[in-house]
């Protein structure tokens, strides 16, 4: 956490969409620590980051937000939210782009985990600090054992070991980081359209295949890749992700311990606590 | 094929959903064969079976499936078309159901692949000979090449090697047999929902990442698991298949030669041509 030792340089946030850029300003705020938020356009909404300085950039202008951290005496810059990757090819570069883009396209055939570290790289190479969302706010990593009151039965635990080699398989592949078992049965696996539609399209299953909220069972499980980049993408959950594993009936949610971030911790605990469902680190 | 060897025999054919089974019963038909079919309820539809000879099971009836064969000179049995997996729980077992439960539930927890292994296994110990869809029709099995007109450009081949890597893991897990790359990016990984609802979902996924009916790219391929039973359930794919692949705009389909079935080959030929996709066996 070296970023807050030097009270004349800032932190610089670059945001992707969803809570997790708005906590780490907010926790910024909160400990007074000076920072710079960089908004990726069509992720991150404008409208969060009102009482925040920041500039807009689009995918591509590499070189600008390299310019806007050096600007804004950002000496540590941290990634977060969701982003999608871009289709490359109506892309619009900018002048430090279009020097990286051949070795963008060839990491991403190496999929987004080799995008990321390229990415990480180029800022490291820069100068900059890059650290992970954990190391700005504490208690983000999901520790070992149960969040709330509930915690796997036997069967949950045969199922989050299943579900544990198909996202150590999913992710050697770069291909997602979450499944969802029911009593040994693969019933869905993260490819890109996220945690989210993968737990939504699971209500289209038969409930002979898989619980419902009065006869709970099942398990969503998601794991970092091996070998993945933690300081950014790591596996994260929030209140919305318990809400869809409650209505397709699953059992819980595990995650792997020090290896995902939960959103807004209390209100994940008391939704799970809520509905039934356990929240486990393993 | 010593199936036909005995005109004195009949071929017993189990029949799940889809196509297959009905063509099964007509080969039969336009080669002379005597055959019988055990349909399974609510997978297969009796209307389709209305000119054969035919008795309906539902699944855990092994016993009743056995004797059926016996009672009906059946030497030889093909099992064919589409079956989910049962609930476990709510099955109704006769009494060699029963005694086969222990065995059956341990191999639910290996996958579908050890299930459908474990029912061979339990025809043979009868003195039945289990044969495969395509021991009784022939050219069912794609061969190496291209089927149509059209064939993978030098970046389809990038993605049908990508692909084939995911399925041969999602294989080895025994998760599933298909998946959706388009461009290095693995768009969609088939679980139980199966590969119609796989291609369907892809849809839903941003045309930046997928190709369109206009601007055709990407692949679906589907392979036999590593190490699968080959008699039932190698891949299948059928018209249905190639029309939701060109609703979603893929440039083709790439299928294990050898090691999966075309349902209605000519049919699917003129398809794939009209809409302009490759179909290949590799």
Request: a negative charge.
């Amino acid at each position: 956490m070296d970023w807050t030792l030097d009270p004349t340089s800032r932190l610089g946030i670059i945001a992707g969409g969803g809570h997790l850029p708005i906590l780490l300003a907010q926790a910024c705020q909160s400990m007074h620590c000076p920072y710079f938020v960089i908004g990726i356009e069509s992720f991150a909404r404008p409208s969060d980051f009102d009482d925040c300085e920041s500039a807009w950039v689009t995918f591509g202008q590499v070189g600008h937000v390299l310019e806007l951290l050096k600007e804004k005496s950002c000496t540590s810059v941290v990634m977060a939210g969701e982003v999608r990757r871009p289709d490359f090819r109506s892309l619009k570069l900018d002048w430090k782009g279009a020097k990286l883009l051949p070795k963008i396209l060839n990491a991403a055939r190496g999929g987004d985990d080799a995008l990321l570290s390229l990415l990480i790289k180029t800022f490291e190479e820069e100068g900059l600090n890059v650290i992970g969302a954990d190391d700005v706010i504490s208690g983000l990593l999901i520790p070992a054992g149960n969040l709330g009151k509930y915690g796997p039965s036997l069967e949950d635990f045969q199922d989050i070991k299943r579900a544990m080699d198909v996202t150590a398989a999913l992710g050697s592949l770069d291909i997602g980081q979450a499944a969802v078992v029911c009593h040994q049965l693969v019933l869905a696996v993260e490819a890109v359209e996220g945690t989210d539609a993968m737990l939504a399209r699971c209500l289209d299953i038969s409930t002979d295949l898989r619980g419902t909220p009065d006869n709970r069972r099942g398990v969503l499980v998601k794991t970092p890749k091996p070998g993945q980049e933690r300081r950014v993408d790591l596996p994260t959950i929030g209140v919305q992700t318990v809400e869809r594993a409650a209505v397709v009936g699953l059992s819980g949610i595990a995650l792997a311990a020090d290896g995902a971030l939960i959103i807004h911790r209390d209100d994940v605990i008391r939704t799970a606590d809520a509905a039934g469902l356990f929240v486990t680190g393993i």
